[in-house]
């Protein structure tokens, strides 16, 4: 059976090295580093995020995964972090939603080609408790050069499920 890092990868040669890294961030050993992560940064309530550290997989290191995978601009591995019945809703792109594997290829391949020098750079990253199911937030740079606010929701088994995004402003919990 492949491994995790192996669907990843999704057989291409260019997302290797990327897949390699990545390896280190998906096997943490149990919730204690995210924790103390969570601890300091957010410096919040724990009980939800304690719930969701506890989940059968790592939703922070899945998004740290992902955003190495748009680094890297592998787009295989990119779609294997997604159910093959995820969506995106992009507040940039209007009121259209992009569901499944082949409307989310459509959507990231220029936006990966295109890319500025320092897109999908970090700005910050911490989970999101609006509801029961396990969630991160993510800040970061867009592909164009410009902050972008992410939310991810996830299946069951670790797969994004559900992403919708808009540009980050300051002064606004935008998306």
């Not at 550290?53 to 995964?65: E, G, I, R």
């Not at 409307?103 to 029961?132: C, G, M």
Request: hydrophobic content about 40%; charged content about 25%; glycine content about 6%.
């Amino acid at each position: 059976m492949p491994s995790r890092l192996d669907r990843l990868a999704g057989g291409a040669s260019h997302c290797n090295h990327v897949c390699d890294r990545l390896m280190n961030l998906t096997c943490v050993e149990g919730s204690t580093q995210i924790l103390s992560l969570v601890r300091r940064r957010r410096g919040a309530t724990l009980e939800r995020e304690v719930m969701m550290l506890n989940a059968a997989f790592d939703p922070v290191a899945v998004v740290v995964d992902w955003l190495d995978l748009c680094r890297a601009r592998c787009l295989d591995g990119l779609l294997n972090l997604h159910d093959a019945r995820a969506s995106l809703q992009c507040a940039c792109d209007g009121p259209y939603i992009y569901q499944g594997h082949e409307d989310l290829a459509r959507y990231w391949s220029p936006r990966l080609q295109k890319a500025v020098p320092h897109a999908f750079s970090l700005i910050e990253l911490f989970p999101d408790n609006t509801d029961d199911s396990p969630g991160v937030v993510l800040d970061y740079i867009g592909y164009d050069g410009k902050p972008v606010r992410i939310r991810f929701r996830f299946t069951k088994d670790g797969k994004i499920a559900r992403t919708v995004c808009a540009p980050l402003h300051h002064s606004s919990k935008a998306a």
